[in-house]
DNA sequence: GCAAGGTC
């Protein structure tokens, strides 16, 4: 038998053929310098049994979809026409060699094994792949792998235990491609052209739409509305401090603040009538603090520029590519949860010879090791991250490789431990009718917070000690005077939150479209000015197009603004629908069109909205 | 000159 291996990239088909070939396998090149076919004999076991093998990739997606070149006229081509037309799928320019060696490769083998990822995306890479071997081999039998990463044991237990491409998740990405690429172009050329035509300004810009794009301009907006409407108000709260045992206690009034200082003096007045203060609980319990959930994409997007102060594009690009040396698992995925038939303990024992973490990865193997906490996803294709592979600093390219390797086994052995643990006090008091309390903490175990350097939980000032029903006359008793503080701009990490809980973009592409609206000037990212801990923070403002962009929109029709994040939450939903064989590609497909003929007609007719309001923020002011 | 999703 003479089988052909395709991979979603290169550095899978190469890891894949090291691990079937023993390392024996030969190397050929191909017409693509990333691409290479690796030849090498491998018994499969079952109806395969033994074979020669060749062992290839692909890099991503191979087609593209297109309308045909009647439709490629921005100006005489209605746009309306577009829900319509037809629309090729046609292997891209830039795969064209690829297809190319898949189809000769094809030719004179029995079988397809298709080895993308094990995601949806993967499984529509599959059905291009195979579409493209069958091209050239129209009686080639297709396979595929099941896999989510690159140990050598799974890696021969996915070989030996092929099953078919899943045609659902295919399905739900041809609409998700059908859908953006009709509407991307639809809403682009309208506003394109009628912005170009009104002013003279955005002359040479494409004023694109896209249905991640947009949503994220509308999360930046939303923000920075709040911040111009923001007006301080002032705030009066009750200060009660003691002096006991050589030590000042500051007691927080249960109202915390009122808002109107009539009242707040009346509060104050009844208190220094009462003259003595009474202890009427002292509470003492446990506190925990618990372990950080298994790690996933967009964790590891918005914790890279919090605590490792890198990009959340870098941070990505740098997992993808500890990945594909196999130090880490797969860096896209969803699931916060460890499969219960995972081992855990192999996993862990690779990280004791390190000299910063080894000695808590031995303590966990022998007593210290508790199971993972679960959170509530599973994408059912890729565990959480986690280190494959230890490695150290030199063998790495760079400082950032250290930070964000270091990071994601930290990560992963402090989810494998204990919880930190304390003992909290609490005082409350009454003076009058109004009541007052403190807290004092100490910490008692720290257990991952040992290896989870990037939290902090300190003891806080020891209190005196307090009995029940003491009395005792206030140090000081008084107002303190303070204003509400204005919301902040978005951060990186807060936007990402925001499109993450909306459903705008996948995990791994949020920090490209956050890209793209910069590039769109829609959105300029800038450093935090002021003074205190958030000063120095990359955050994000709208430029006056990116406002007038909104606030058109929102005009034109609230409900079904393009700026709003339902539109694409909503498909999401449905495509998850079409994954579980629940709803239909075409379906979904006609729905979505049929709301959107609506919102383009809308739009058409009330594009006054967007006029004014760009003659608004691009002229006025 | 248009999208979002893969990947280099």
């Given at each position: 038998?003479?089988?052909?291996?395709?991979?979603?990239k290169?550095?899978?088909?190469?890891?894949?053929a090291?691990i079937?070939?023993g390392?024996?396998?030969?190397?050929?090149?191909t017409?693509?310098?990333?691409?290479?076919?690796?030849?090498f004999?491998?018994?499969?076991?079952?109806?395969?049994?033994d074979?020669n093998?060749?062992?290839?990739a692909?890099?991503?997606h191979?087609t593209?979809?297109?309308?045909?070149?009647?439709?490629?006229?921005?100006?005489?081509?209605?746009q309306?026409v577009?829900?319509d037309?037809?629309?090729?799928?046609?292997?891209?320019k830039?795969?064209?060699?690829?297809?190319?060696?898949?189809r000769?490769?094809?030719?004179?083998a029995d079988?397809?094994y298709?080895?993308?990822?094990?995601?949806r995306?993967g499984?529509?890479?599959?059905?291009?792949?195979?579409?493209?071997?069958?091209?050239?081999n129209?009686?080639?039998?297709?396979?595929?792998?099941?896999?989510?990463?690159?140990e050598?044991?799974?890696?021969?237990?996915a070989?030996?235990?092929?099953?078919n491409?899943?045609?659902?998740a295919?399905?739900?990405?041809?609409?998700?491609?059908?859908?953006?690429?009709?509407?991307g172009?639809?809403?682009?050329r309208?506003?394109?052209?009628?912005?170009?035509?009104?002013?003279?300004?955005?002359k040479?810009?494409?004023?694109?739409?896209?249905?991640?794009?947009?949503?994220?301009?509308?999360?930046?907006?939303?923000?920075?509305q709040r911040?111009?409407?923001?007006?301080?108000?002032?705030f009066?709260?009750?200060?009660l401090?003691?002096r006991?045992?050589?030590?000042?206690?500051?007691?927080?009034?249960?109202?915390?603040?009122?808002?109107d200082?009539?009242a707040?003096?009346?509060?104050?007045?009844?208190?220094?009538?009462?003259?003595?203060?009474?202890?009427?609980?002292?509470v003492?319990?446990?506190?925990?603090?618990y372990?950080?959930l298994?790690?996933?994409?967009?964790?590891?997007?918005?914790?890279?520029?919090?605590?490792?102060?890198?990009?959340?594009?870098?941070?990505?690009?740098?997992?993808?590519h500890?990945?594909?040396?196999?130090?880490?698992?797969?860096?896209?995925?969803e699931t916060?949860?460890?499969d219960p038939?995972?081992?855990?303990?192999?996993?862990?024992?690779?990280?004791?010879?390190?000299?910063?973490?080894?000695?808590?990865a031995?303590?966990?193997?022998?007593?210290?090791?508790?199971?993972?906490r679960?959170?509530?996803?599973?994408d059912?294709?890729?565990?959480p991250i986690?280190?494959?592979a230890?490695?150290?600093?030199n063998?790495?390219?760079s400082?950032?490789?250290w930070?964000?390797?270091?990071f994601?086994t930290?990560?992963?052995?402090?989810?494998?431990s204990?919880?930190?643990?304390g003992?909290?006090?609490i005082?409350?008091?009454t003076?009058g009718?109004?009541?007052?309390s403190?807290?004092?903490?100490?910490?008692?175990e720290?257990?991952?917070?040992d290896?989870?350097i990037?939290?902090?939980?300190?003891?806080?000032?020891q209190?005196?000690?307090?009995?029940?029903?003491?009395?005792?006359?206030?140090r000081q008793?008084?107002?303190?005077?303070?204003?509400?503080?204005?919301?902040?701009?978005?951060?990186?990490?807060?936007?990402i939150?925001?499109?993450?809980?909306?459903?705008?973009g996948?995990?791994?592409?949020?920090a490209?479209?956050?890209?793209?609206?910069?590039?769109?000037?829609?959105?300029?990212?800038?450093?935090?000015?002021g003074?205190?801990?958030g000063?120095?923070?990359s955050e994000?403002?709208?430029t006056?197009?990116?406002?007038?962009?909104?606030?058109?929109?929102?005009?034109?029709?609230?409900?079904?603004?393009?700026?709003?994040?339902?539109?694409?939450r909503e498909?999401?939903?449905?495509?998850?629908?079409?994954?579980?064989?629940?709803?239909?590609k075409?379906?979904?497909?006609?729905?979505?069109?049929?709301?959107?003929?609506?919102?383009?007609?809308?739009?058409?007719?009330?594009?006054?909205?967007?006029?004014r309001?760009?003659k608004?923020?691009?002229e006025?002011?």
């Open positions: 038998m003479r089988i052909l291996c395709v991979a979603e290169n550095s899978i088909a190469k890891s894949v090291s079937l070939g390392g024996h396998f030969r190397r050929r090149d017409k693509s310098k990333y691409i290479k076919n690796y030849d004999d491998y018994d499969f076991g079952g109806q395969l049994g074979c093998v060749t062992m290839t692909v890099s991503g191979l593209e979809a297109s309308f045909p070149p009647e439709y490629s006229s921005w100006s005489s081509v209605p309306e577009l829900f037309a037809q629309i090729r799928i046609s292997v891209s830039n795969s064209a060699p690829l297809a190319d060696n898949i000769r490769e094809a030719s004179n079988y397809l298709i080895w993308t990822d094990c995601d995306e499984e529509y890479i599959g059905t291009e792949i195979s579409n493209v071997a069958r091209s050239g129209s009686r080639i039998r297709v396979l595929r792998a099941d896999f989510n990463n690159l050598r044991t799974h890696i021969i237990r070989a030996r235990n092929p099953r491409l899943n045609q659902w295919a399905d739900a990405v041809a609409a998700r491609i059908e859908l953006d690429f009709r509407l172009a639809i809403f682009t309208i506003q394109t052209l009628q912005l170009q035509k009104a002013f003279e300004i955005l040479k810009r494409v004023i694109s739409y896209g249905p991640c794009q947009f949503p994220t301009l509308g999360f930046v907006v939303d923000r920075w911040v111009e409407d923001f007006l301080p108000e002032q009066w709260s009750i200060k401090q003691d006991r045992q050589a030590k000042t206690v500051t007691f927080n009034w249960k109202r915390n603040r009122v808002f200082h009539l707040a003096l009346v509060y104050l007045e009844r208190c220094l009538e009462a003259k003595v203060a009474k202890v009427t609980n002292v003492q319990k446990p506190k925990t603090k372990k950080p298994p790690l996933t994409t967009v964790e590891l997007t918005k914790l890279g520029p919090k605590f490792l102060r890198i990009s959340a594009k870098k941070t990505l690009e740098i997992a993808e500890l990945y594909t040396n196999g130090f880490v698992s797969y860096p896209r995925t916060d949860q460890f038939g995972m081992d855990l303990q192999t996993l862990i024992s690779k990280q004791t010879s390190d000299p910063s973490w080894g000695t808590f031995s303590d966990l193997l022998s007593g210290n090791f508790r199971n993972p679960s959170g509530s996803h599973n059912k294709a890729h565990p986690h280190p494959i230890h490695v150290t600093q063998a790495l390219p400082q950032d490789h930070k964000v390797y270091q994601i930290r990560r992963f052995l402090a989810c494998c204990d919880h930190a643990r003992a909290e006090t005082v409350e008091v003076m009718d109004e009541q007052f403190q807290s004092g903490l100490t910490v008692l720290h257990n991952y917070l290896v989870y990037y939290e902090k939980w300190n003891s806080s000032a209190l005196p000690v307090y009995e029940m029903n003491d009395e005792f006359v206030p008793v008084n107002i303190i005077e303070g204003a509400t503080t204005s919301p902040t701009y978005l951060t990186e990490p807060e936007l939150s925001l499109m993450d809980a909306n459903g705008i996948t995990d791994a592409t949020m490209e479209h956050i890209e793209k609206v910069q590039e769109r000037e829609y959105v300029l990212k800038r450093k935090r000015k003074k205190g801990s000063a120095g923070v994000f403002v709208p006056s197009l990116g406002v007038a962009l909104v606030k058109g929109y929102d005009e034109i029709g609230l409900e079904w603004s393009l700026t709003k994040p339902f539109l694409r498909m999401e939903v449905q495509l998850k629908n079409i994954e579980k064989g629940q709803s239909s075409n379906v979904l497909v006609e729905v979505t069109l049929t709301q959107f003929r609506d919102v383009f007609h809308l739009t058409k007719t009330r594009f006054e909205c967007l006029l309001r760009c608004e923020y691009l006025g002011q």
